[in-house]
């Protein structure tokens, strides 16, 4: 808009010129007008078009949230099967105390999955910490160790924070209505072990970390409600896979009442 009104400055000032010409029986040449309207127009578009630049260089700025005060929230920590919902692919680690292991299946294409979530729901104004590894196989050739999990998720209330294995990218994705960013890169290192992976869900918004380091937020469509939350695996349809994870916490913030009397009501019931 701002570069148009440059160049309508242009024609502006060649017209303007024109008619004073005319009316006063100046004796300068007609296109000696047109080039010094061309010049000041000119001058007038292009810091329309650098002004224009810096408001949307300013648009894009986001401050990101940092990781809220947990010393006044609720904490719950997740150190027991009992604290799942029933799941026949998830199992205590025989090796590590304190460490599960989420297996997926070989199945059907495009890929073999497994998820497993809370027995406990929580309210929408939470912070969620896990710490994950995929699991490692040798290759057939036994030349080199890789893989066997395509993706890590963390799960939020309707919403799933995901880390892909093999690419440094991420995804956080709304299961209801389906919405997401899309495959981003993760600008942060990954340990060769264990990764800690966050979220902050605060109603509609949501905001995640890897290791302490920023990732993105986004933006829900739908209203959160009170929920579970949980660990998710995808891995190879022919192959199947696994993730150990251990220390998943939650923190519960402050909520609007409405939220704390459907989760008494919930919790309750239960």
Not at 23 to 29: D, L, Q, V, Y
Not at 94 to 115: I, R
Not at 177 to 203: C, D, E, H, K, Y
Not at 211 to 218: A, G, I, M, Y
Request: aromatic share 12%.
């Amino acid at each position: 808009m701002k570069i148009a009104l440059g160049l309508a400055a242009i024609v502006f000032v060649i017209y303007g010129g024109a008619a004073l010409c005319l009316e006063a029986g100046m004796k300068i040449s007609f296109p000696l007008i047109v080039i010094l309207g061309g010049l000041i127009g000119a001058i007038a578009a292009g810091y329309a078009y650098k002004h224009h630049q810096s408001e949307q260089q300013q648009d894009v700025t986001v401050t990101f949230p940092q990781i809220p005060d947990l010393r006044k929230a609720t904490k719950t920590v997740i150190t027991s099967l009992d604290q799942f919902e029933p799941n026949s692919t998830l199992t205590e680690s025989k090796t590590t105390l304190g460490v599960f292991e989420l297996s997926a299946y070989p199945s059907n294409p495009p890929y073999s999955d497994s998820e497993v979530k809370t027995k406990q729901f929580f309210n929408p104004n939470i912070y969620i910490s896990v710490k994950m590894v995929p699991d490692m196989i040798l290759d057939k050739s036994k030349q080199f160790w890789h893989r066997n999990a395509t993706t890590l998720e963390l799960v939020g209330i309707g919403i799933y924070f995901i880390i892909s294995c093999s690419n440094d990218q991420y995804d956080i994705w709304e299961s209801d209505p389906l919405s997401q960013t899309g495959w981003r890169p993760l600008r942060v290192t990954m340990n060769q072990g264990f990764n800690t992976f966050s979220m902050r869900q605060a109603g509609k918004s949501i905001s995640v970390w890897v290791n302490d380091s920023p990732v993105d937020t986004f933006m829900k469509e739908k209203e959160t409600t009170v929920g579970p939350v949980g660990i998710k695996l995808k891995a190879n349809f022919k192959t199947g896979g696994k993730t150990y994870f251990k220390d998943l916490t939650v923190w519960e913030l402050s909520s609007p009442l409405k939220d704390k009397l459907s989760l008494w009501l919930r919790r309750l019931w239960s």
